[in-house]
């Protein structure tokens, strides 16, 4: 069978071809995302403004574009330390030099009409200081991963947020993707019985120090780690997603040898961990700046599921023991930025919550403890 499902091709956020033999039309409905069919009836008129705060590689060449093709927001303003290339911006996307800030002037949002969200896409270590400004000033929040560099700084972006009574979500655009999704459909009805074994990887090879988007990643203070915190948050995503969003009980940790002093001397350069959960699952990863990498695997009792390129821009691909999975081109960013909007605006809880944030940042926290110690750490939340 070829069921097809088609509901909005311009937004990317919901159409897919499953090719899965036999599957009844209600088992293809039950693949929808969770907010597909919100989005879909929403008014078209509805549209929210977004401000995005740091105007690096991640804005100008995914967020940016993205917020030309969605249908339930759009850029309205930014945040950026250069005026000049915040008015380029505000020529290039059509918004009015008024609603260009720096990081010092972001409280004056609060009286901006035009900006219903901000989306911090600034160095790690910065995105404490500036959600919380962006929740001082009444927005609603899109934090990119890793959440911060502690949980501390979680807790009050946490914090800040639920006082301003405003909305939080962390930039995880695998939770809008069609492949992901149906993981961790596979993972939360167990069609293969619980899956116990996971592995799973992510890296590229950094080039130079001196390249500015290498620069903060190499930094401590602005990165709060390496390869890990910029990359593993890939795969301890995914395998706590295999475990339907449990999280894991311990952790044990290895750092690799540092191959480059120059770019390696204050954050790893690769780390292998593992994850063990409360039902004795257990998931293998590892995350580099060394090589290029990216697969994850998970095994059940009664069959595996594989994504291949999982958390790179390229589109995954998706193989379970019956065979694969294949779902039409889609923009992540678009389906993330127009799924974020769809909850704000009938105020339903994000899929991606400041809590999954936190508790990612706890997960790499311990990690990091583990392999300083080389002893098995407990995760505490
Ligand atoms: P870049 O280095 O390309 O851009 C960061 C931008 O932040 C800069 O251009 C600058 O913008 C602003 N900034 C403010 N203060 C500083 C500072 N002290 N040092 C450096 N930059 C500063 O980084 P990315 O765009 O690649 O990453 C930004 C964030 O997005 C990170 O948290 C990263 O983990 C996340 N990310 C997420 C991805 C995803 O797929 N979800 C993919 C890539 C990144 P300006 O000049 O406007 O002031």
């Given at each position: 069978?070829?069921?097809?499902?088609?509901?909005?091709?311009?937004?990317?956020?919901?159409?897919?071809?499953?090719?899965?033999?036999?599957?009844?039309?209600?088992?293809?409905?039950?693949?929808?995302?969770?907010?597909?069919?919100?989005?879909?009836?929403?008014?078209?008129?509805?549209?929210?403004?977004?401000?995005?705060?740091?105007?690096?590689?991640?804005?100008?060449?995914?967020?940016?574009?993205?917020?030309?093709?969605?249908?339930?927001?759009?850029?309205?303003?930014?945040?950026?330390?250069?005026?000049?290339?915040?008015?380029?911006?505000?020529?290039?996307?059509?918004?009015?030099?008024?609603?260009?800030?720096?990081?010092?002037?972001?409280?004056?949002?609060?009286?901006?009409?035009?900006?219903?969200?901000?989306?911090?896409?600034?160095?790690?270590?910065?995105?404490?200081?500036?959600?919380?400004?962006?929740?001082?000033?009444?927005?609603?929040?899109?934090?990119?991963?890793?959440?911060?560099?502690?949980?501390?700084?979680?807790?009050?972006?946490?914090?800040?947020?639920?006082?301003?009574?405003?909305?939080?979500?962390?930039?995880?655009?695998?939770?809008?993707?069609?492949?992901?999704?149906?993981?961790?459909?596979?993972?939360?009805?167990?069609?293969?019985?619980?899956?116990?074994?996971m592995t799973g990887a992510n890296g590229?090879?950094?080039?130079?120090?001196?390249?500015?988007?290498?620069?903060?990643?190499?930094?401590?203070?602005?990165?709060?780690?390496?390869a890990l915190?910029?990359m593993g948050v890939y795969v301890v995503q995914a395998a706590c997603?295999t475990?339907?969003?449990?999280?894991p009980?311990?952790v044990t940790a290895r750092?690799?040898?540092?191959?480059?002093?120059?770019?390696?001397?204050?954050?790893?350069?690769s780390v292998q961990w593992t994850m063990?959960?409360?039902?004795?699952?257990v998931a293998k990863c590892v995350a580099s700046?060394?090589?290029?990498v990216?697969h994850f695997r998970?095994?059940?009792?009664?069959?595996?599921?594989?994504?291949?390129?999982?958390f790179?821009?390229?589109?995954?691909?998706?193989?379970?023991?019956?065979?694969?999975?294949?779902?039409?081109?889609?923009?992540?960013?678009?389906?993330?930025?127009?799924?974020?909007?769809?909850?704000?605006?009938?105020?339903?809880?994000?899929?991606?919550?400041?809590?999954?944030?936190?508790?990612?940042?706890?997960i790499m926290?311990?990690i990091?403890?583990?392999?300083?110690?080389?002893?098995?750490?407990?995760?505490?939340?």
């Amino acid at each position: 069978m070829d069921a097809f499902i088609k509901m909005d091709r311009k937004s990317g956020l919901v159409w897919r071809r499953q090719f899965l033999a036999g599957m009844s039309a209600a088992a293809a409905l039950a693949l929808l995302p969770r907010h597909s069919e919100a989005v879909d009836t929403l008014p078209a008129t509805k549209q929210l403004g977004v401000a995005l705060v740091g105007l690096g590689s991640y804005s100008t060449e995914h967020l940016g574009p993205a917020l030309r093709m969605t249908k339930y927001c759009r850029l309205t303003g930014v945040v950026t330390g250069s005026q000049t290339k915040g008015q380029v911006w505000a020529n290039s996307y059509g918004f009015s030099s008024r609603n260009i800030f720096s990081y010092d002037t972001m409280a004056r949002i609060a009286g901006n009409p035009d900006i219903d969200v901000v989306y911090v896409v600034t160095p790690n270590g910065l995105h404490a200081r500036h959600c919380i400004a962006a929740a001082k000033a009444g927005k609603h929040v899109i934090c990119e991963k890793p959440m911060a560099t502690s949980v501390a700084e979680c807790d009050a972006i946490i914090a800040a947020c639920r006082s301003a009574g405003v909305g939080l979500s962390v930039g995880y655009r695998l939770h809008f993707e069609p492949h992901h999704l149906e993981f961790a459909r596979l993972a939360r009805e167990q069609s293969f019985g619980p899956f116990m074994q996971m592995t799973g990887a992510n890296g590229f090879r950094m080039g130079s120090p001196e390249a500015a988007s290498s620069a903060w990643r190499v930094n401590k203070k602005l990165s709060g780690g390496g390869a890990l915190m910029d990359m593993g948050v890939y795969v301890v995503q995914a395998a706590c997603m295999t475990k339907a969003e449990a999280c894991p009980v311990a952790v044990t940790a290895r750092l690799g040898p540092v191959t480059r002093p120059a770019l390696f001397s204050e954050v790893e350069g690769s780390v292998q961990w593992t994850m063990e959960f409360a039902d004795a699952a257990v998931a293998k990863c590892v995350a580099s700046y060394d090589q290029t990498v990216g697969h994850f695997r998970a095994e059940a009792a009664r069959g595996w599921a594989e994504l291949g390129q999982p958390f790179g821009y390229a589109e995954p691909t998706l193989t379970t023991s019956q065979g694969p999975v294949v779902f039409p081109e889609m923009n992540e960013q678009v389906a993330q930025l127009d799924g974020i909007a769809d909850c704000l605006i009938r105020g339903s809880r994000s899929p991606a919550p400041g809590e999954m944030g936190r508790r990612d940042v706890a997960i790499m926290q311990a990690i990091y403890a583990a392999a300083t110690s080389g002893k098995r750490m407990v995760v505490n939340t």
